[in-house]
Each structure stands twice: as structure tokens, then as C-alpha cells.
């Protein structure tokens, strides 16, 4: 049995991450591709448990190394338990957000150091790495112009302000102009319809 691919998709709040995970889901699903879906932090009860802490705006007061510890805590768990099994019994794994996301919001946005973000990271997941990463950019005003419209954006990361957005966003499209062969960036602005074409295009350029 061949194993299956680990695809992650990426980028700012608001871009449509969940949005083109379910559509791509869908469509490998009724092509007979079988696929999971999951998400970080979370994907598992001990995953989930930790994304509560990292999400609660109680927490206001965690500084960014723990709160780097607590997310590779979530990843560690979710690798093992889910992922990797996963994709060892030849299913798609479609997980919303993975490493793309900490070097952006931890290195990019808090400014933690990103060699030593590199060194845990994959101490955490034990060297697993995504087959294609999938970058859905956008600019920051439309990330917020669309959480407004949908009532989101109060959580504790949420509420760390435009300029912190941005730093994260610079670091997804300089992940993609560092590793364009793995890391595709879309734009976000693009149709809803147009974006999964495009998804699926690359996915069935990489056999699977
Ligand atoms: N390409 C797009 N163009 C316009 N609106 C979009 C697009 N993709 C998603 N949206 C809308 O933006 C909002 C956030 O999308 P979502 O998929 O939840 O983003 P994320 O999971 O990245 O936070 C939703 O209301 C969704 O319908
Ligand atoms: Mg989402």
C-alpha cells in the first residue's frame, strides 16, 4: 500500500483555509482519493485541551516561549496520534495549519528566534513535514474586513493588532519564495471556485 500525502493549508485569519479544505476534501473524496481532515492546535483530545489554553483570552499573560512550547506540545500529540497514521494507511491529510504557521505567528509575529523555533519544531514532530503546504494570501485589511463581517476576531491572538499581521503574513510569502516547490502561495482574493481548481491542479501535478 502506498502512502498517502500530507497537504497543510496556510495563512492569516479570514484567508479560507477551512473554506478550501472542505471543497478540496469534497472533491478528492468523490474522485475516491480517502482524506482526513484536521486542524492545529487540536486534532486530538489532548491537541484540543491545549488549543483551548492557547485560545482563551484568560491567557493574556502567556509569554510567547510558552506559548511557542504549548503549540509544538499540540503538534507533537497530533503527528503521532493522527497524521502520521494517517498518512502511513494511504490517506490525504488535509490539516489546517501546521509549522508554516509557527514560524509566521511565532517567529514572524512575536519574533521568537526562528532557528531555535526550527530545532523544536522538529524535535516535535519527529521530522514529519508536509508533502505541499498551501500559503492562501491576503492582504490584512481584507482578513479584518472579513472577520468583521462574519462576528470573529476577539480571541487572544486575534486581538494583537494590524502591524502583527502583517509581520505574519511577510513570513508565509517569504516561506513560499524560500521553498516554492512545496510551498504554493494563492491568492486569496481570487474566487472561491477559481482557488480550488487551482489547489486541485497542483495537488494532481504532485500524483495524489
Ligand atoms: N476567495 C474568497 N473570496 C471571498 N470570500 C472568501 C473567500 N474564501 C473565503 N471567503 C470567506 O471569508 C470568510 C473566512 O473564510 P474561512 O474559510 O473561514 O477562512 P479561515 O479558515 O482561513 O479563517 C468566510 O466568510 C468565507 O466565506
Ligand atoms: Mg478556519
Redesign the pocket.
Known amino acids: 500500500m502506498s502512502t498517502g500525502k500530507f497537504c497543510t493549508f496556510e495563512?492569516i485569519?479570514?484567508?479560507?483555509?477551512?473554506?478550501?479544505l472542505a471543497r478540496v476534501a469534497e472533491r478528492l473524496r468523490g474522485a475516491g482519493t480517502p482524506c482526513l481532515v484536521t486542524r492545529e492546535p487540536g486534532g486530538t483530545a489532548v491537541s484540543e485541551k491545549i488549543r483551548e489554553l492557547l485560545i482563551s483570552p484568560d491567557n493574556k499573560g502567556m509569554c510567547s516561549e510558552a506559548e511557542l512550547l504549548l503549540y509544538l506540545a499540540a503538534r507533537a500529540q497530533h503527528v503521532r496520534e493522527v497524521i502520521k497514521p494517517a498518512v502511513d494507511r494511504g490517506e490525504t491529510v488535509l490539516c489546517?495549519r501546521f509549522e508554516r504557521a509557527t514560524f509566521a505567528y511565532q517567529g514572524g509575529g512575536r519574533g521568537l528566534d526562528v532557528d531555535a523555533i526550527r530545532g523544536i519544531n522538529g524535535f516535535a514532530t519527529g521530522g514529519m513535514e508536509p508533502d505541499m503546504t498551501f500559503i492562501?494570501d491576503i492582504p490584512v485589511e481584507v482578513s479584518m474586513e472579513?472577520?468583521k463581517?462574519?462576528g470573529k476576531g476577539t480571541d487572544r491572538v486575534e486581538s494583537a493588532g494590524a502591524s502583527f499581521f502583517e509581520r505574519v503574513r511577510n513570513a508565509y510569502v517569504c516561506a513560499a519564495e524560500a521553498d516554492p516547490y512545496r510551498v504554493k502561495l494563492l491568492d486569496?482574493?481570487?474566487?472561491?471556485d477559481e482557488?480550488t481548481d487551482e489547489i486541485m491542479g497542483v495537488i494532481a501535478c504532485a500524483g495524489g
Do not use: A, E, Y
Open positions: 495563512g485569519d479570514g484567508c479560507g483555509k477551512s473554506t478550501q489546517d492562501i472579513r472577520l463581517r462574519i486569496g482574493t481570487m474566487g472561491i482557488l
